[in-house]
Protein backbone atom coordinates (compact mmCIF):
# COMPACT_ATOMS: atom_id res chain seq x y z
CA UNK A 1 0.00 0.00 0.00
CA UNK A 2 3.01 2.33 0.77
CA UNK A 3 3.95 1.71 -2.53
CA UNK A 4 1.20 2.45 -4.73
CA UNK A 5 1.01 5.81 -2.37
CA UNK A 6 4.45 6.54 -3.08
CA UNK A 7 3.49 5.93 -6.86
CA UNK A 8 0.38 8.10 -7.17
CA UNK A 9 -2.61 5.60 -6.27
CA UNK A 10 -4.79 4.79 -3.53
CA UNK A 11 -3.80 2.49 -0.76
CA UNK A 12 -6.98 0.40 -2.17
CA UNK A 13 -4.89 0.04 -5.37
CA UNK A 14 -2.08 -0.93 -3.59
CA UNK A 15 -3.79 -3.38 -1.27
CA UNK A 16 -5.52 -5.17 -4.47
CA UNK A 17 -2.41 -6.01 -6.33
CA UNK A 18 -0.59 -7.32 -2.64
CA UNK A 19 -3.32 -9.78 -2.81
CA UNK A 20 -3.05 -10.24 -6.22
CA UNK A 21 0.57 -11.54 -5.42
CA UNK A 22 -0.12 -13.20 -2.48
CA UNK A 23 -3.17 -15.39 -3.83
CA UNK A 24 -0.26 -17.09 -6.01
CA UNK A 25 2.12 -17.87 -3.27
CA UNK A 26 2.32 -21.64 -1.24
CA UNK A 27 0.70 -19.78 1.89
CA UNK A 28 -2.13 -18.43 0.24
CA UNK A 29 -4.75 -21.25 1.60
CA UNK A 30 -3.62 -20.59 4.81
CA UNK A 31 -3.54 -16.66 4.15
CA UNK A 32 -7.11 -17.06 3.15
CA UNK A 33 -8.23 -19.53 6.21
CA UNK A 34 -6.95 -16.54 9.02
CA UNK A 35 -8.73 -13.94 6.82
CA UNK A 36 -11.81 -15.55 5.98
CA UNK A 37 -13.82 -14.06 9.16
CA UNK A 38 -12.60 -10.87 9.00
CA UNK A 39 -13.65 -11.34 5.84
CA UNK A 40 -17.23 -12.26 6.69
CA UNK A 41 -17.56 -9.38 9.02
CA UNK A 42 -16.88 -6.29 6.14
CA UNK A 43 -18.86 -8.38 3.56
CA UNK A 44 -21.99 -8.16 5.98
CA UNK A 45 -21.05 -4.88 6.60
CA UNK A 46 -20.36 -3.95 2.73
CA UNK A 47 -24.02 -5.12 1.53
CA UNK A 48 -26.18 -3.60 4.96
CA UNK A 49 -24.12 -0.39 3.76
CA UNK A 50 -25.09 -0.78 -0.17
CA UNK A 51 -28.80 -1.89 1.06
CA UNK A 52 -29.28 0.92 3.17
CA UNK A 53 -28.06 3.41 -0.19
CA UNK A 54 -30.85 2.35 -2.12
CA UNK A 55 -33.68 4.21 -2.08
CA UNK A 56 -37.13 2.27 -3.26
CA UNK A 57 -38.55 5.15 -5.25
CA UNK A 58 -35.76 5.99 -7.29
CA UNK A 59 -36.06 2.12 -8.56
CA UNK A 60 -39.68 3.11 -9.86
CA UNK A 61 -38.36 6.16 -11.44
CA UNK A 62 -34.64 4.95 -12.92
CA UNK A 63 -35.63 1.11 -13.89
CA UNK A 64 -35.52 1.53 -17.57
CA UNK A 65 -32.43 3.20 -17.02
CA UNK A 66 -30.93 0.68 -14.24
CA UNK A 67 -31.88 -2.13 -17.16
CA UNK A 68 -29.94 -0.66 -19.36
CA UNK A 69 -26.91 -0.19 -17.24
CA UNK A 70 -27.05 -3.76 -15.96
CA UNK A 71 -27.18 -5.16 -19.32
CA UNK A 72 -24.40 -3.18 -20.60
CA UNK A 73 -22.14 -4.29 -17.74
CA UNK A 74 -22.90 -7.66 -17.83
CA UNK A 75 -22.54 -8.08 -21.21
CA UNK A 76 -19.28 -5.67 -21.36
CA UNK A 77 -17.54 -7.81 -18.67
CA UNK A 78 -18.00 -10.59 -19.77
CA UNK A 79 -16.93 -9.73 -23.47
CA UNK A 80 -13.71 -7.96 -22.33
CA UNK A 81 -12.88 -9.82 -19.94
CA UNK A 82 -12.96 -13.59 -22.01
CA UNK A 83 -11.04 -12.03 -24.66
CA UNK A 84 -8.57 -10.12 -22.20
CA UNK A 85 -7.58 -13.57 -20.66
CA UNK A 86 -7.86 -15.23 -23.69
CA UNK A 87 -5.50 -12.93 -25.14
CA UNK A 88 -3.09 -13.36 -21.77
CA UNK A 89 -2.55 -16.84 -22.56
CA UNK A 90 -5.22 -18.95 -20.61
CA UNK A 91 -7.35 -21.55 -22.25
CA UNK A 92 -10.71 -20.82 -23.16
CA UNK A 93 -12.69 -22.44 -20.88
CA UNK A 94 -10.72 -20.17 -18.28
CA UNK A 95 -11.29 -17.04 -20.10
CA UNK A 96 -15.16 -17.78 -20.06
CA UNK A 97 -14.85 -18.42 -16.13
CA UNK A 98 -13.26 -15.43 -15.35
CA UNK A 99 -15.33 -13.22 -17.65
CA UNK A 100 -18.80 -14.79 -16.72
CA UNK A 101 -17.30 -13.89 -12.79
CA UNK A 102 -16.68 -10.39 -13.38
CA UNK A 103 -20.21 -9.15 -14.25
CA UNK A 104 -20.81 -7.39 -10.85
CA UNK A 105 -19.87 -3.97 -9.95
CA UNK A 106 -18.59 -3.04 -6.39
CA UNK A 107 -17.51 -0.39 -4.03
CA UNK A 108 -15.05 1.86 -6.64
CA UNK A 109 -18.12 2.45 -8.76
CA UNK A 110 -20.00 4.24 -5.78
CA UNK A 111 -16.86 5.94 -5.23
CA UNK A 112 -16.24 7.26 -8.57
CA UNK A 113 -20.50 8.42 -9.11
CA UNK A 114 -19.69 9.95 -5.54
CA UNK A 115 -17.46 12.06 -6.53
CA UNK A 116 -18.31 12.81 -9.66
CA UNK A 117 -21.39 14.16 -8.34
CA UNK A 118 -20.05 16.15 -6.13
CA UNK A 119 -17.76 18.34 -8.80
CA UNK A 120 -20.72 18.84 -11.04
CA UNK A 121 -19.58 16.47 -13.77
CA UNK A 122 -22.13 13.86 -14.08
CA UNK A 123 -26.21 14.00 -13.67
CA UNK A 124 -26.73 13.24 -9.79
CA UNK A 125 -29.38 10.37 -10.91
CA UNK A 126 -26.37 8.27 -12.04
CA UNK A 127 -25.47 7.51 -8.40
CA UNK A 128 -29.01 5.66 -7.40
CA UNK A 129 -28.68 4.15 -11.12
CA UNK A 130 -24.97 3.02 -10.69
CA UNK A 131 -25.52 1.06 -6.73
CA UNK A 132 -28.87 -0.08 -7.89
CA UNK A 133 -26.89 -1.94 -11.22
CA UNK A 134 -24.27 -2.87 -8.20
CA UNK A 135 -27.30 -4.80 -6.67
CA UNK A 136 -28.70 -6.67 -9.33
CA UNK A 137 -25.11 -7.59 -10.74
CA UNK A 138 -24.19 -8.61 -7.72
CA UNK A 139 -27.46 -11.11 -7.05
CA UNK A 140 -26.83 -12.26 -11.03
CA UNK A 141 -23.64 -13.28 -10.82
CA UNK A 142 -24.08 -16.69 -9.27
CA UNK A 143 -26.49 -17.98 -11.45
CA UNK A 144 -24.69 -15.99 -14.72
CA UNK A 145 -21.23 -18.25 -13.35
CA UNK A 146 -23.47 -21.09 -13.05
CA UNK A 147 -24.21 -20.71 -17.17
CA UNK A 148 -20.68 -20.35 -17.66
CA UNK A 149 -20.01 -24.43 -18.89
CA UNK A 150 -23.20 -24.54 -20.83
CA UNK A 151 -22.24 -21.85 -23.08
CA UNK A 152 -18.50 -23.23 -23.35
CA UNK A 153 -20.09 -26.45 -24.66
CA UNK A 154 -22.24 -24.72 -26.87
CA UNK A 155 -19.55 -22.13 -28.31
CA UNK A 156 -17.10 -25.05 -28.80
CA UNK A 157 -19.76 -27.31 -30.37
CA UNK A 158 -21.08 -24.68 -32.97
CA UNK A 159 -17.36 -22.89 -33.83
CA UNK A 160 -15.40 -23.45 -36.85
CA UNK A 161 -13.25 -25.93 -37.61
CA UNK A 162 -10.02 -23.47 -36.93
CA UNK A 163 -11.30 -21.95 -33.74
CA UNK A 164 -11.90 -25.08 -32.17
CA UNK A 165 -8.34 -26.20 -33.08
CA UNK A 166 -7.07 -22.63 -31.23
CA UNK A 167 -9.06 -23.89 -28.36
CA UNK A 168 -7.29 -27.12 -28.32
CA UNK A 169 -4.02 -25.92 -28.77
CA UNK A 170 -4.01 -23.25 -26.35
CA UNK A 171 -5.14 -26.21 -23.80
CA UNK A 172 -2.23 -27.98 -24.74
CA UNK A 173 0.27 -25.21 -24.40
CA UNK A 174 -1.30 -24.27 -20.91
CA UNK A 175 -0.94 -27.92 -19.53
CA UNK A 176 2.81 -28.43 -20.73
CA UNK A 177 3.63 -24.57 -19.00
CA UNK A 178 2.01 -25.67 -15.72
CA UNK A 179 3.98 -29.34 -15.35
CA UNK A 180 7.18 -27.19 -16.58
CA UNK A 181 6.42 -24.56 -13.58
CA UNK A 182 5.37 -27.26 -11.09
CA UNK A 183 8.37 -29.15 -11.03
CA UNK A 184 10.63 -27.88 -8.52
CA UNK A 185 10.83 -24.92 -5.68
CA UNK A 186 13.13 -22.96 -7.58
CA UNK A 187 11.48 -22.74 -10.91
CA UNK A 188 8.06 -21.83 -8.20
CA UNK A 189 10.03 -18.92 -6.90
CA UNK A 190 10.90 -17.55 -10.18
CA UNK A 191 7.28 -18.05 -11.39
CA UNK A 192 6.70 -15.76 -8.10
CA UNK A 193 9.01 -13.13 -8.79
CA UNK A 194 8.34 -12.57 -12.34
CA UNK A 195 4.65 -12.03 -11.28
CA UNK A 196 6.16 -9.22 -8.71
CA UNK A 197 8.06 -7.52 -11.46
CA UNK A 198 5.07 -7.76 -13.75
CA UNK A 199 2.71 -5.82 -11.58
CA UNK A 200 5.48 -3.48 -10.78
CA UNK A 201 5.99 -2.90 -14.34
CA UNK A 202 2.89 -1.69 -15.32
CA UNK A 203 2.20 0.00 -11.94
CA UNK A 204 5.16 2.28 -13.28
CA UNK A 205 3.98 2.29 -16.79
CA UNK A 206 0.45 3.31 -15.62
CA UNK A 207 1.89 5.88 -13.34
CA UNK A 208 3.28 7.70 -16.11
CA UNK A 209 0.65 7.52 -18.41
CA UNK A 210 -1.70 8.74 -16.16
CA UNK A 211 0.83 11.75 -14.99
CA UNK A 212 1.34 12.23 -18.42
CA UNK A 213 -2.55 12.82 -18.85
CA UNK A 214 -2.98 15.12 -16.60
CA UNK A 215 0.13 16.95 -17.92
CA UNK A 216 -1.43 17.51 -21.26
CA UNK A 217 -4.87 17.71 -19.99
CA UNK A 218 -3.51 20.95 -18.13
CA UNK A 219 -1.55 22.05 -20.57
CA UNK A 220 -4.77 22.49 -22.90
CA UNK A 221 -6.63 24.35 -20.01
CA UNK A 222 -3.91 26.92 -19.65
CA UNK A 223 -4.42 27.34 -23.47
CA UNK A 224 -7.91 27.87 -23.13
CA UNK A 225 -7.64 30.13 -20.43
CA UNK A 226 -5.23 32.53 -22.33
CA UNK A 227 -7.11 33.17 -24.85
CA UNK A 228 -10.30 34.27 -22.62
CA UNK A 229 -7.74 36.08 -20.63
CA UNK A 230 -6.61 38.40 -23.59
CA UNK A 231 -9.85 39.42 -24.52
CA UNK A 232 -11.08 40.50 -21.66
CA UNK A 233 -8.33 42.74 -21.86
Same mark, same amino acid.
Given at each position: ????????????L????? /????????????????????????????F????M?????? %????W?????????????????????????????? $??? %???????? #??????? #???????? /??? $???? @????????? %??????? @????????? @???????????????? $????????????????????? %???????????????????????????N???? $?????????????
Amino acid at each position: MLTAEEAGFSSALGAFVM /GMVLAETLEAHRIEHLMAPLKNVFAAIFFVSVGMMINPSS %LVTYWSSILFVSVVIIIGMIVFGTLGCWWGGETFK $DSM %LTGFSFVQ #IGEFSFI #IAALGSKL /GVT $DPAI @YPIIVAASV %LTTFLTP @YIMKATVPC @YNFLYKHASERFRNKI $DKREEEVALAEQATSGSPETS %LQSHAEKVNHALRHTIITKRVVNLFFTNMSEN $DQKVETPKNENNE
